[in-house]
C-alpha cells in the first residue's frame, strides 16, 4: 500500500495480470499484480494487487505496460448488502487502476493453459442455455451467470453447488481416488497411489479455479488429513478442525475478511460435529454407509440453516428435498463430466463438445425445478436467524447440559424471540442507506416500511438487489408503500426489481408515463394520506408531468406529531424552493434530506431558514465526480443551527423519532462512526499510508 500510493495518481505501470477478465459497462476488469511504479522494480512479497480497468479483455498471464489513473477503494456501508471495501481486503486488493486509452499501452502476451481451457470452453459452450452452469462448475467463473438463475439458486438453497469449494474439491479427490484404485488393481502395485492420484486430481481442481480462497481452504485441510493419515497420527476431529483453521490464517492472514471463510470453516466444524456422533451412536446401531452419507447431508443442511438464514436473510424449504437430489447427482456425474470435458479440451475438443453438450442435458432438470423455489423462499430477519441459531448451538451442547437446563434455554429463547415483534410505542425511524450518488431512504413503524427513492441502476444490477431488499429482509420489514420523487436513474432505478418483489406496495409518483402497471396514487401538493399513524402531506408538485424530472421532485412532509417531522426533498432546485418559502410554515422540519444532494444549484438560504432543521442529511457519494455535497450549502444548515451528515461520510445513517420527545431529541447513528473504524477502511478509502 505505501509503495502504491506514495507514487502519487498519475502511474506508469507494469503489471501481470492474475484474474480472468469480465466484461463492464466502461471496458473490461480483473486484478493485476503490479511488478514495477514508473520504473522502479517492487520486490516479489510487496507487489500490490489492484482492480485493473482496461479497454480490451486481458488474458492470464499477459504483462501490460500502461500510464494509469490510481484510484482508491470506495464502496458503501450499510448494515447488510454489498460491501466493496470488505471485499477488496478480502482478495488483498489494496487499490483500482484505470488504463488511459489516450496514452500508449503495451500488452505482452504470455501462454496460459488456464486461460487456454476457458477461451475454449467459452467457445464450445456458447450456444448452450447453461453455458453460466458449466463455467461456473468447471473454473469457478460466475460471471456468465444470469442474476435471476443466481437468485433461483439461492432460493433452493443450491448456491454452494457454483461456488467452488470443498464439496468441489472433495469430488475431484475422491474422483481420483476411485482412479488411482483402479490403476492399482489393474497393474501398478503403489499402495499410496489412490492418494497420490486424488491429491493430484483435487489440485488440479482448485488450480481451474484460479486457487481461489474457498479451494485453497479445501487443500490446506486435505494435505492435513493426508499427512496425519501417512504419519498414522490419530486425532479428534477438533484438532484438525483447528490445524485447518491455523494453516489457512497462517497462509492467508486476511482471509478472516471473506465471508465465506466463515461459511467454510463453519460447515467444516459441524460436518466433524456430525461425524462425531456417528461414530458415538455406532457401537448402539450399526449404520450402513449410505444412511451415514444421508444423515450427514440432512444434518448439515439443518445445522447450516441459521448461518444461511443470516447471511441471505432467508431460508429455502425446499432446500433439504433439493440437496437430496441435486448434491448426489453433480457429486457422482455432473461435476465428473465437465472436470472430463474440461481434460480433453486440449487433446479432442470434439470429445470435449459432446460431453459439454451432456452436461447441458444433464443441467434441464435443474432448471426444471429451480423456478418453485422462489415461491417457497421464507424470508428471515437478522434478529430471529441469531435466535435459531442459538437454538441450534443449545441442541448441538445439549449432550453436556442436563434436560431441564436445555428445555429452559429453549423457553428463554422463545419468549425472547415473541418479545421481538412486540410494536415500540411512540417510535419511528428513518434509515437513509448508502447508495453512492443517489438516494433510497426507509421510512419504519411497526414491522411496515415505506421507501423513499430506490437508488440507482446499471447493466448488471441495482442498488435495490444489492442493498435495499437485503436491508427489508434483515429486518424484518414489509415494505407497503414506495415514493419516487423523480425517475432519473440515481432515484428510480431500481424501481422495476423492487415492484417485482413487492408488487402489492403502494406507488406514489408526480409522473404519468412508464410506470409499472400497478396500481399508483398521485404525489401532488395538498395531497395526504395515513400509514402506520404517521401523516404524509404532499408539498409539491403542483401537478402530475409525463416526465418528472428534477424540478418536477415529489416533495413530502412525514408526522407524527408537530415535534418530531421530517421533509423528503428529492432533487428540487431553487424556483421549487422559493415557490416552496412562500408557505413557510409547512416547511419546518426536525430533519430534512438535503434537497439534490448538497448540489449549489439548490439549498437557498432563505430554503434553510424555513425549514430550521435540527439534522440535515445529504445522500451522496463519497470523492464523487461532482464533489458532493459542495462547500457553501453545508455550511448554510450549519449556520442555521443543523447538525451535518452524509452518506458518502457517515455510512448508512439512522434516525430514531420518539413522539413523546421534543423535537431535538433525536437519536442518531452514522454506521462508519462504529462499524466504519476498521482500519482497512481507512486505508482503503483515504490512502492512509
Given at each position: 500500500?505505501?509503495?502504491?500510493?506514495?507514487?502519487?495518481?498519475?502511474?506508469?505501470?507494469?503489471?501481470?495480470?492474475?484474474?480472468?477478465?469480465?466484461?463492464?459497462?466502461?471496458?473490461?476488469?480483473?486484478?493485476?499484480?503490479?511488478?514495477?511504479?514508473?520504473?522502479?522494480?517492487?520486490?516479489?512479497?510487496?507487489?500490490?494487487?489492484?482492480?485493473?480497468?482496461?479497454?480490451?479483455?486481458?488474458?492470464?498471464?499477459?504483462?501490460?505496460?500502461?500510464?494509469?489513473?490510481?484510484?482508491?477503494?470506495?464502496?458503501?456501508?450499510?448494515?447488510?448488502?454489498?460491501?466493496?471495501?470488505?471485499?477488496?481486503?478480502?482478495?488483498?486488493?489494496?487499490?483500482?487502476?484505470?488504463?488511459?486509452?489516450?496514452?500508449?499501452?503495451?500488452?505482452?502476451?504470455?501462454?496460459?493453459?488456464?486461460?487456454?481451457?476457458?477461451?475454449?470452453?467459452?467457445?464450445?459452450t456458447h450456444s448452450s442455455a447453461f453455458?453460466?452452469?458449466?463455467?461456473?462448475?468447471?473454473?469457478?467463473?460466475?460471471?456468465?451467470?444470469?442474476?435471476?438463475?443466481?437468485?433461483?439458486?439461492?432460493?433452493?438453497?443450491?448456491?454452494?453447488?457454483?461456488?467452488?469449494?470443498?464439496?468441489?474439491?472433495?469430488?475431484?479427490?475422491?474422483?481420483?481416488?476411485?482412479?488411482?484404485?483402479?490403476?492399482?488393481?489393474?497393474?501398478?502395485?503403489?499402495?499410496?497411489?489412490?492418494?497420490?492420484?486424488?491429491?493430484?486430481?483435487?489440485?488440479?481442481?482448485?488450480?481451474?479455479?484460479?486457487?481461489?480462497?474457498?479451494?485453497?481452504?479445501?487443500?490446506?485441510?486435505?494435505?492435513?488429513?493426508?499427512?496425519?493419515?501417512?504419519?498414522?497420527?490419530?486425532?479428534?476431529?477438533?484438532?484438525?478442525?483447528?490445524?485447518?483453521?491455523?494453516?489457512?490464517?497462517?497462509?492467508?492472514?486476511?482471509?478472516?475478511?471473506?465471508?465465506?471463510?466463515?461459511?467454510?470453516?463453519?460447515?467444516?466444524?459441524?460436518?466433524?460435529?456430525?461425524?462425531?456422533?456417528?461414530?458415538?451412536?455406532?457401537?448402539?446401531?450399526?449404520?450402513?454407509?449410505?444412511?451415514?452419507?444421508?444423515?450427514?447431508?440432512?444434518?448439515?443442511?439443518?445445522?447450516?440453516?441459521?448461518?444461511?438464514?443470516?447471511?441471505?436473510?432467508?431460508?429455502?424449504?425446499?432446500?433439504?428435498?433439493?440437496?437430496?437430489?441435486?448434491?448426489?447427482?453433480?457429486?457422482?456425474?455432473?461435476?465428473?463430466?465437465?472436470?472430463?470435458?474440461?481434460?480433453?479440451?486440449?487433446?479432442?475438443?470434439?470429445?470435449?463438445?459432446?460431453?459439454?453438450?451432456?452436461?447441458?442435458?444433464?443441467?434441464?432438470?435443474?432448471?426444471?425445478?429451480?423456478?418453485?423455489?422462489?415461491?417457497?423462499?421464507?424470508?428471515?430477519?437478522?434478529?430471529?436467524?441469531?435466535?435459531?441459531?442459538?437454538?441450534?448451538?443449545?441442541?448441538?451442547?445439549?449432550?453436556?447440559?442436563?434436560?431441564?437446563?436445555?428445555?429452559?434455554?429453549?423457553?428463554?429463547?422463545?419468549?425472547?424471540?415473541?418479545?421481538?415483534?412486540?410494536?415500540?410505542?411512540?417510535?419511528?425511524?428513518?434509515?437513509?442507506?448508502?447508495?453512492?450518488?443517489?438516494?433510497?431512504?426507509?421510512?419504519?413503524?411497526?414491522?411496515?416500511?415505506?421507501?423513499?427513492?430506490?437508488?440507482?441502476?446499471?447493466?448488471?444490477?441495482?442498488?435495490?438487489?444489492?442493498?435495499?431488499?437485503?436491508?427489508?429482509?434483515?429486518?424484518?420489514?414489509?415494505?407497503?408503500?414506495?415514493?419516487?420523487?423523480?425517475?432519473?436513474?440515481?432515484?428510480?432505478?431500481?424501481?422495476?426489481?423492487?415492484?417485482?418483489?413487492?408488487?402489492?406496495?403502494?406507488?406514489?409518483?408526480?409522473?404519468?408515463?412508464?410506470?409499472?402497471?400497478?396500481?399508483?396514487?398521485?404525489?401532488?401538493?395538498?395531497?395526504?394520506?395515513?400509514?402506520?399513524?404517521?401523516?404524509?402531506?404532499?408539498?409539491?408538485?403542483?401537478?402530475?408531468?409525463?416526465?418528472?424530472?428534477?424540478?418536477?421532485?415529489?416533495?413530502?412532509?412525514?408526522?407524527?406529531?408537530?415535534?418530531?417531522?421530517?421533509?423528503?426533498?428529492g432533487d428540487i432546485e431553487v424556483i421549487?424552493?422559493?415557490?416552496?418559502?412562500?408557505?413557510?410554515?409547512?416547511?419546518?422540519?426536525?430533519?430534512?434530506?438535503?434537497?439534490?444532494?448538497?448540489?449549489?444549484?439548490?439549498?437557498?438560504?432563505?430554503?434553510?431558514?424555513?425549514?430550521?432543521?435540527?439534522?440535515?442529511?445529504?445522500?451522496?457519494?463519497?470523492?464523487?465526480?461532482?464533489?458532493?455535497?459542495?462547500?457553501?450549502?453545508?455550511?448554510?444548515?450549519?449556520?442555521?443551527?443543523?447538525?451535518?451528515?452524509?452518506?458518502?461520510?457517515?455510512?448508512?445513517?439512522?434516525?430514531?423519532?420518539?413522539?413523546?420527545?421534543?423535537?431535538?431529541?433525536?437519536?442518531?447513528?452514522?454506521?462508519?462512526?462504529?462499524?466504519g473504524k476498521a482500519w482497512y477502511r481507512?486505508?482503503?478509502?483515504?490512502?492512509?499510508?
Open positions: 500500500m505505501n509503495t502504491l500510493f506514495s507514487a502519487g495518481s498519475d502511474l506508469t505501470i507494469n503489471a501481470e495480470v492474475g484474474s480472468l477478465f469480465k466484461p463492464i459497462t466502461h471496458g473490461f476488469q480483473g486484478i493485476a499484480i503490479i511488478r514495477s511504479i514508473n520504473g522502479h522494480e517492487i520486490d516479489y512479497f510487496s507487489r500490490p494487487r489492484v482492480y485493473l480497468t482496461s479497454p480490451q479483455p486481458l488474458r492470464l498471464g499477459d504483462k501490460i505496460t500502461a500510464q494509469v489513473k490510481l484510484k482508491p477503494i470506495i464502496g458503501v456501508l450499510n448494515q447488510v448488502g454489498i460491501d466493496r471495501e470488505k471485499s477488496a481486503i478480502g482478495r488483498r486488493i489494496v487499490g483500482s487502476v484505470v488504463v488511459k486509452t489516450s496514452s500508449f499501452y503495451r500488452v505482452r502476451s504470455a501462454y496460459s493453459l488456464r486461460q487456454e481451457l476457458y477461451s475454449r470452453a467459452v467457445s464450445l453455458q453460466g452452469l458449466i463455467l461456473a462448475l468447471g473454473f469457478g467463473e460466475r460471471g456468465h451467470l444470469e442474476q435471476a438463475r443466481q437468485h433461483q439458486l439461492q432460493t433452493s438453497g443450491l448456491s454452494h453447488l457454483v461456488a467452488i469449494s470443498g464439496l468441489h474439491v472433495g469430488i475431484a479427490f475422491g474422483f481420483g481416488y476411485w482412479l488411482g484404485f483402479l490403476l492399482i488393481r489393474l497393474r501398478f502395485k503403489l499402495a499410496l497411489l489412490p492418494l497420490l492420484v486424488g491429491f493430484a486430481c483435487a489440485a488440479g481442481y482448485a488450480w481451474l479455479a484460479g486457487f481461489s480462497l474457498t479451494t485453497q481452504r479445501a487443500l490446506i485441510l486435505i494435505s492435513i488429513l493426508l499427512l496425519l493419515r501417512l504419519f498414522a497420527i490419530h486425532t479428534s476431529y477438533r484438532y484438525k478442525w483447528l490445524l485447518m483453521v491455523s494453516a489457512l490464517l497462517l497462509f492467508d492472514p486476511f482471509a478472516v475478511y471473506s465471508n465465506s471463510f466463515w461459511l467454510s470453516v463453519i460447515a467444516v466444524a459441524l460436518v466433524f460435529i456430525l461425524l462425531g456422533l456417528f461414530s458415538t451412536y455406532q457401537g448402539k446401531k450399526s449404520y450402513s454407509k449410505l444412511k451415514q452419507l444421508l444423515g450427514l447431508q440432512i444434518g448439515l443442511v439443518l445445522l447450516m440453516t441459521p448461518v444461511v438464514a443470516l447471511t441471505f436473510h432467508g431460508i429455502g424449504l425446499v432446500s433439504v428435498a433439493y440437496n437430496l437430489i441435486f448434491v448426489p447427482w453433480f457429486s457422482f456425474w455432473v461435476i465428473p463430466l465437465i472436470l472430463t470435458a474440461v481434460a480433453l479440451l486440449v487433446i479432442t475438443p470434439s470429445l470435449s463438445a459432446a460431453l459439454f453438450e451432456l452436461a447441458s442435458l444433464s443441467l434441464v432438470p435443474l432448471a426444471k425445478v429451480l423456478p418453485f423455489s422462489e415461491s417457497l423462499w421464507l424470508p428471515i430477519s437478522a434478529s430471529s436467524a441469531w435466535w435459531l441459531l442459538c437454538v441450534v448451538i443449545v441442541w448441538l451442547c445439549r449432550r453436556g447440559l442436563s434436560p431441564r437446563f436445555v428445555l429452559l434455554l429453549n423457553c428463554s429463547i422463545l419468549m425472547s424471540l415473541s418479545m421481538l415483534f412486540l410494536p415500540e410505542q411512540n417510535k419511528w425511524r428513518l434509515h437513509v442507506l448508502d447508495v453512492g450518488h443517489g438516494l433510497a431512504a426507509v421510512i419504519e413503524r411497526n414491522g411496515k416500511a415505506t421507501l423513499f427513492d430506490t437508488g440507482a441502476s446499471w447493466g448488471s444490477g441495482d442498488y435495490v438487489s444489492l442493498v435495499v431488499i437485503p436491508f427489508l429482509r434483515a429486518n424484518g420489514l414489509m415494505l407497503e408503500q414506495v415514493i419516487i420523487s423523480h425517475f432519473d436513474n440515481d432515484h428510480a432505478g431500481g424501481l422495476a426489481s423492487l415492484m417485482s418483489e413487492f408488487p402489492r406496495a403502494k406507488l406514489f409518483a408526480s409522473q404519468t408515463e412508464e410506470l409499472p402497471d400497478i396500481a399508483r396514487q398521485p404525489c401532488v401538493k395538498g395531497q395526504s394520506w395515513q400509514w402506520q399513524e404517521l401523516t404524509f402531506v404532499a408539498l409539491w408538485p403542483p401537478q402530475l408531468v409525463e416526465r418528472a424530472y428534477n424540478p418536477h421532485s415529489c416533495v413530502v412532509r412525514v408526522e407524527a406529531s408537530y415535534q418530531q417531522s421530517l421533509l423528503l426533498t421549487a424552493e422559493w415557490t416552496l418559502t412562500r408557505e413557510p410554515q409547512q416547511l419546518s422540519a426536525s430533519v430534512v434530506l438535503v434537497p439534490h444532494h448538497g448540489s449549489a444549484t439548490s439549498s437557498m438560504a432563505r430554503f434553510v431558514r424555513a425549514v430550521d432543521p435540527h439534522l440535515a442529511i445529504a445522500s451522496n457519494a463519497f470523492q464523487g465526480r461532482w464533489s458532493l455535497p459542495n462547500a457553501e450549502v453545508k455550511q448554510r444548515y450549519l449556520t442555521q443551527g443543523a447538525n451535518w451528515m452524509d452518506t458518502g461520510n457517515d455510512g448508512q445513517i439512522s434516525v430514531t423519532f420518539d413522539t413523546g420527545m421534543p423535537a431535538n431529541k433525536l437519536a442518531v447513528a452514522g454506521l462508519r462512526a462504529t462499524k481507512q486505508m482503503l478509502r483515504k490512502r492512509v499510508e
